[in-house]
C-alpha cells in the first residue's frame, strides 16, 4: 500500500462548481498534513495545512480525520484560475507526497 | 532573501554520465529534501536531511548520492546517469516539521535528460 494516496481524478469542473479531493495515509503516526497547489511545470507551493479541528481558508476548506487516516480538501465556487494539481503531503518526519489530483475548470 | 536556489535549470546526460544538481537555502532551515517528479506524476521523496552532517534515504535513493556539510548546502549527485532518472528535480527545506512551521519552500526545478 503506497504511504500516500489519493484520488486519481482529474477533475473536469464547470466554473462555480464545488469540487473535492480526498487523500488516505497509510502510517497513523502521521504528524502533519498539508495540501500543495502545482501548477504546471512549476513549483508546488503551499495551499493551506490540514488541522484536526478542520479549517477554511475563503472558499477552501481543509478535514482531518486521524481514525480513518483521511484528509479532504473542498473547493466551493471554483474559479478559472483553480485549474492546477492538487498535491496531499503527510509527515511523518519527512515530507512524502501523493500522486496529485487534476482539476481543470472550464467555463 | 533568494529562498532555495537550484541550479542548473536544464541539462542532458548521456548514459554513463555524472552529474551533481546544486541546492543552497539562505534562510537557515535545518530541513533540505530532495525530490523527483516523472511526467503527470506526483513527487517521490529521493533523500531528505534534517541537519548538517545528517542525511537519511526516501523512497527511492538508488541511483543518487547526497551530503550535507553545511546548513546552507544540499547537492544531489549522479554517478551513473540511466534514463530512468529522466526527471524533473525539486530541491526544498523547511523548518523542524511537527513545530507547525513545517511550509516547504521550493526550488524553481531541474529538468534532466538521459538519453
Redesign the interface.
Known amino acids: 500500500r503506497k504511504?500516500v494516496e489519493?484520488d486519481p481524478g482529474p477533475f473536469n469542473v464547470p466554473e462555480g462548481a464545488t469540487v473535492a479531493f480526498n487523500c488516505t495515509y497509510s502510517n497513523s503516526a502521521s504528524?502533519?498534513f498539508?495540501w500543495?497547489r502545482q501548477d504546471c511545470?512549476?513549483?508546488?507551493?503551499?495551499l493551506m495545512?490540514v488541522y484536526s479541528s478542520g479549517n477554511e481558508d475563503g472558499r477552501f476548506t481543509a478535514q482531518l480525520n486521524r481514525a480513518s487516516q483521511y484528509i479532504s480538501l473542498l473547493i466551493r465556487d471554483s474559479k478559472l484560475s483553480d485549474s492546477a494539481t492538487y498535491?496531499c503531503?503527510v509527515?511523518l518526519?519527512?515530507?512524502?507526497?501523493?500522486?496529485?489530483t487534476r482539476l481543470t475548470v472550464k467555463p | 532573501n533568494a529562498g532555495v536556489t537550484q541550479t542548473p535549470k536544464f541539462r542532458i546526460l548521456k548514459i554513463g554520465q555524472s552529474m551533481t544538481l546544486q541546492c543552497a537555502q539562505d534562510m537557515n532551515h535545518n530541513y533540505m529534501?530532495w525530490?523527483r517528479q516523472d511526467p503527470g506524476?506526483?513527487?517521490?521523496?529521493i533523500y531528505?536531511s534534517?541537519g548538517a552532517g545528517i542525511t537519511?534515504k526516501?523512497?527511492v535513493p538508488n541511483g543518487y548520492n547526497v551530503s550535507r556539510s553545511t546548513t546552507e548546502d544540499f547537492p544531489l549527485r549522479l554517478e551513473l546517469a540511466a534514463p530512468s532518472q529522466t526527471s524533473?528535480y525539486?530541491c526544498?527545506s523547511?523548518l523542524n516539521?511537527?513545530t507547525?512551521e513545517?511550509?516547504?519552500f521550493?526550488?524553481?526545478?531541474t529538468q534532466l535528460s538521459v538519453l
Do not use: H, I, T
Open positions: 504511504e489519493q504528524q502533519s498539508f500543495y511545470r512549476k513549483e508546488p507551493k503551499l495545512s498535491l503531503v509527515n518526519n519527512d515530507m512524502r507526497f501523493g500522486a496529485g | 529534501y525530490y506524476m506526483g513527487l517521490k521523496l531528505y534534517v537519511d526516501g523512497e524533473v525539486f526544498a523547511s516539521p511537527g507547525g513545517e511550509k516547504l521550493f526550488g524553481s526545478g
